[in-house]
């Protein structure tokens, strides 16, 4: 029901900034949850950020906090990941997810049920 295509991924300094998309088809985009994870090599997935559906209520990683903002423009059915103040560590391949329904804005991979393509990130010092 929900297609996920992720873009704006790249290269960036540290302490340089990228905005990620996700461009969500699919009906009721504007009621869904949707999230962003990412994974660095040898690591587990590790959770990001979320946006609720239908409050907009917004959930993130301690790790991320303060620095990284979702967003979500329902007209143009596309979730965003403000990246500021990156840092080595947040090198990583970045995940979008969705529900199909509106939900909290959940750190868990189980409240979701969609998943885009991955995009990766890469952090210099």
């Known amino acids: 029901q929900v297609q996920l295509v992720e873009s704006g991924g790249g290269l960036v300094q540290a302490g340089g900034s990228l905005r990620l998309s996700c461009a969500a088809s699919?009906?009721?985009?504007?009621?869904?949850?949707m999230g962003w994870f990412r994974q660095a090599p040898g690591k587990q997935r590790e959770f990001v950020g979320a946006i609720s559906g239908s409050s907009g209520s917004t959930n993130y990683g301690d790790s991320v906090k303060g620095r990284f903002t979702i967003s979500r423009d329902n007209a143009k059915n596309t979730v965003y990941l403000q990246m500021n103040s990156l840092k080595p560590e947040d090198t990583a391949v970045y995940y979008c997810?969705?529900?199909?329904?509106?939900?909290?804005?959940?750190?868990?991979?189980?409240?979701?049920?969609?998943w885009g393509q991955g995009t990766q990130v890469t952090v210099s010092s």
């Open positions: 997810a969705a529900r199909s329904t509106s939900y909290v804005a959940s750190k868990s991979e189980n409240a979701y049920s969609y």
């Open positions: 699919g009906r009721t985009f504007s009621g869904n949850l």
